[in-house]
């Protein structure tokens, strides 16, 4: 270490990053240990003294100071007064194009800087990072892309609203991403009139880059299918638009998401193909090549912090290997490190710079030694001990990043290892056939014709292995509630087990030692766990799922039901957008029971995705309804892709200890004529002594007709109060009968229904109940004993 400075000026200047979490240093304090260690620096040297430690600390103090100083200085911060407005009709910005991004199937997406932001609630001056969603037609969206340039001013009209919050457990927080890239919030423009280019003049360097990315694009899509394409863009512009969400989820539950992301990987192909084709040249000239190759490389794909920080990293261990430093790989990693971290102090709490840097330390640090075993018993057989290798290699770099893959992503990939064998080789064979490609169009187009059928074919047997791989029932472990405790405790034995394995010289004892290792981080681990729905329990999750209804239900046997799925549009699929990532993060692979409360959109919608991704084993619904095209169309897609469908009926069914009453009443039904909400079925959960009671949309006279109907046995400890509080709903009548102790909202923030009523809420306070709604406390959690129900404060677990 003493021979490598640059690993422990890293270290210092990443504990003073983090440090201003905790406070902030004033730039004067810095600038006064500065002058002390000039002054200190001229004297020692007019008397010739030595003093190492006083020396050590005060360098150590001077870069930790700058570490505090850089980070407390943060250019991301967003205007505080703007951070309060979540959302606003008629939002109109004013300001210049910062970036484009490549069109897409249905959106353009520009950044704007503003200069001005205002409605008819609020006016703010200020340079504000706003992204512009353009959702319009193509031939409109097209129009506006051959027009717009980088460095025009704007002035936008449209519906502003932050980016959706951590809102489910498990859930990925939008807006906390959008914040740590300083973008404010989303405006949506779907009026082509709302858009003025009020200033044609461009910003020449980014608009020579825009339309260079946008004549790629091009080339890339006129040669190749879509499936290709899409990667093709990911892989070469950094632009994983045109990939779609199911596809990502494979490729995470297949453990090969890194390749998707342009980032050491892509670049490591770049440095390889640069190197392949110079191979004749001397190692300065090709060294020298091949580093501005990279630079051009990073330009081209827009220097994102994932490109930059990896090619930031492959220059500096160029540089380390052509200066013959390369003995010492994680020096060259630390000051990489230092370069991207005094560039962006932010870049330390993204995923990225972590799951980049702990993956390469990790093949530094676990590699030789591996590399070492394999060699001395692996078979004589070169394609065997290539294939060994090749694990080793990807083992190694999965051992560093796996709590960042635990804590990020809540799962553990089991066919990760296999996957990444074929995956990793296969990817970078699509990079350089795409790279010719794109050459050769240019030369000999009937070629490149042939070259990217190719590309096409390659692409598809890789999708199809990660489709099939990913959608294997055991193809990845859940792991939910991952704390900042087990992380310690995972990179504390870590540390242990470098420090011993050199020590010991024996291969079966340093198999024991790694077991031991092991076995001891699952045992810590476990120390803090807590599980969100516990065995041998009913838990409910009140999910939120904006404008809409959806309720998970664990019973104490382990067994699953989920009433309602939310909604489902063009734009959002709460299936597949919330409910989905929510079942993998409990690691729940199939709902046993699905009910429909009604044929609403915002309550079966987000059903089809979860149907399509086979989660569900059988849907309860009402009796089909000949008179409504979406029930019929709902009912033929379910037999279709061979889901069991019951019609619900006055009956009970038990589930372990617990017991589903659906109270249903024909008589009622037929009074409530063609109103969808009034045809909404009501049942009773119960649990020995603990109660809920679920009634979908129905209105108080359908309300009123159950009470009337059902009186005493509608008390419950639970109320799911109808119609998301809607003032037609939760009459008095109702409410003396159920007498609920805690009642249940679900609506959407700040909807245009006003949801729930006022009124609604009054009566609901005048009865006694507790009320808990998910626009404003998001997910809600109940946990019965079967005496008495308990809410889980998820949000003040780990995740």
């Known amino acids: 270490m003493k021979d490598h400075p640059i690993i422990k000026i890293a270290l210092i200047f990443v504990a003073g990053i983090a440090s201003a979490k905790i406070i902030e240093m004033n730039i004067y304090f810095v600038g006064v240990i500065f002058s002390i260690c000039i002054v200190q620096f001229f004297v020692f040297k007019k008397f010739q003294l030595k003093p190492i430690y006083l020396t050590s600390f005060l360098a150590a103090a001077l870069f930790f100071l700058i570490g505090n100083l850089l980070a407390s200085y943060n250019p991301r911060t967003i205007n505080q007064d703007f951070k309060k407005i979540n959302k606003s009709a008629n939002t109109t910005v004013s300001g210049k ?117 946008k004549g790629i694009d091009y080339q890339l899509k ?221 030369l000999i187009p009937f070629i490149a014709i042939y070259m990217a059928e190719t590309n096409n074919l390659i692409t598809s047997l890789i999708f199809y292995l990660i489709n099939f791989s990913g959608s294997l029932e055991y193809s990845y472990i859940a792991v939910n509630d991952y704390s900042f405790f087990d992380f310690t405790i995972f990179y504390l034995f870590l540390v242990v087990l470098i420090l011993l394995f050199r020590k010991f010289q024996n291969s079966v004892s340093k198999i024991i030692l790694s ?89 079966y919608g987000g059903f089809v995705a979860l149907v399509l991704s086979g989660m569900i084993e059988e849907i309860y619904k009402t009796e089909l309804d000949t008179s409504l095209s979406k029930d019929c169309k709902f009912e033929n897609f379910l037999h279709a892709q061979g889901v069991k469908l019951k019609y619900i009926k006055h009956e009970k069914i038990e589930i372990g200890n617990a017991v589903l009453y659906f109270l249903h009443d024909e008589s009622i039904k037929n009074s409530a004529g063609e109103s969808t909400n009034d045809r909404s079925e009501l049942f009773k959960l119960v649990y020995r002594e603990t109660s809920f009671l679920f009634t979908g949309d129905m209105g108080k006279k359908i309300e009123n007709l159950f009470s009337d109907r059902f009186q005493s046995l509608l008390d419950s400890d639970v109320l799911k109060v109808a119609h998301h509080g809607s003032k037609t709903s939760t009459s008095e009548f109702l409410l003396e009968n159920v007498s609920p102790e805690y009642s249940l909202i679900s609506a959407g923030f700040k909807n245009k229904f006003g949801h729930p009523a006022d009124e609604v809420l009054y009566r609901l306070n005048e009865s006694g109940t507790e009320i808990f709604r998910t626009d404003l406390q998001s997910a809600v959690i109940l946990v019965s004993d079967g005496k008495t129900i308990t809410f889980n404060k998820w949000k003040n677990n780990h995740q």
Do not use: W
């Open 97 to 213: 194009i910062n970036k484009i991004d490549l069109i897409r199937k249905e959106e353009l997406i520009l950044y704007l800087t503003s200069d001005s932001i205002y409605s008819k609630d609020f006016f703010v001056k200020d340079e504000i990072v706003i992204l512009c969603k353009l959702s319009m037609n193509e031939s409109t969206l097209r129009e506006f892309y051959d027009k717009l340039k980088p460095g025009n001013t704007l002035q936008v009209t449209g519906f502003y609203y932050k980016g959706r919050d951590k809102r489910n457990p498990g859930e990925f927080d939008y807006n906390a991403y959008l914040s740590s890239k300083g973008i404010a919030g989303i405006l949506k423009i779907t009026d082509p009139t709302s858009l003025k280019i009020i200033s044609g003049e461009s910003d020449l360097f980014k608009n020579t880059l825009h339309q260079l990315r």
């Open 222 to 442: 006129k040669y190749h299918n879509q499936e290709t394409f899409s990667l093709l863009r990911g892989l070469l512009l950094a632009d994983r638009g045109e990939i779609n969400y199911e596809t990502k989820t494979h490729f995470i539950n297949a453990g090969v998401v890194h390749v998707l992301a342009v980032s050491g990987l892509n670049v490591g192909f770049i440095v390889l193909i640069f190197l392949l084709s110079l191979g004749r040249l001397n190692l300065f000239v090709r060294s020298g090549i091949t580093i501005a190759g990279l630079l051009f490389y990073m330009i081209l794909t827009g220097s994102p912090a994932s490109v930059f920080r990896a090619t930031i990293m492959a220059v500096a261990i160029i540089i380390a290997f052509m200066t013959n430093r390369s003995n010492h790989l994680i020096n060259s990693i630390a000051l990489a490190a230092l370069v991207v971290l005094i560039f962006d102090p932010n870049e330390l709490y993204d995923a990225g710079f972590q799951l980049s840097f702990s993956a390469v330390i990790s093949m530094a640090l676990f590699y030789p030694p591996m590399e070492a075993l394999i060699k001395k018993y692996s078979p004589e057989n070169k394609f065997f001990r290539y294939l060994f290798l090749t694990i080793g290699l990807s083992l190694s770099a999965q051992i560093g990043t796996l709590p960042f893959t635990f804590f990020y992503f809540s799962k553990f990939s089991t066919v990760s290892p296999l996957t990444n064998l074929i995956v990793i080789p296969a990817i970078g064979l699509i990079t350089g056939i795409g790279i010719i490609t794109l050459i050769v169009s240019t």
């Open 515 to 603: 077991c031991f290792i092991v076995i001891n981080i699952f045992l810590f681990s476990s120390l803090d766990d807590k599980e969100l729905l516990p065995d041998k329990f009913l838990s409910i999750i009140m999910i939120d799922v904006g404008q809409g209804d959806s309720f998970l239900i664990k019973f104490p046997n382990g067994k699953t039901a989920l009433v309602d799925a939310g909604n489902a549009t063009s734009t959002f699929d709460n299936g597949e957008r919330v409910i989905l990532p929510l079942l993998n993060y409990l690691g729940i692979k199939k709902i046993d029971y699905g009910i429909v409360s009604h044929i609403d959109s915002d309550h």
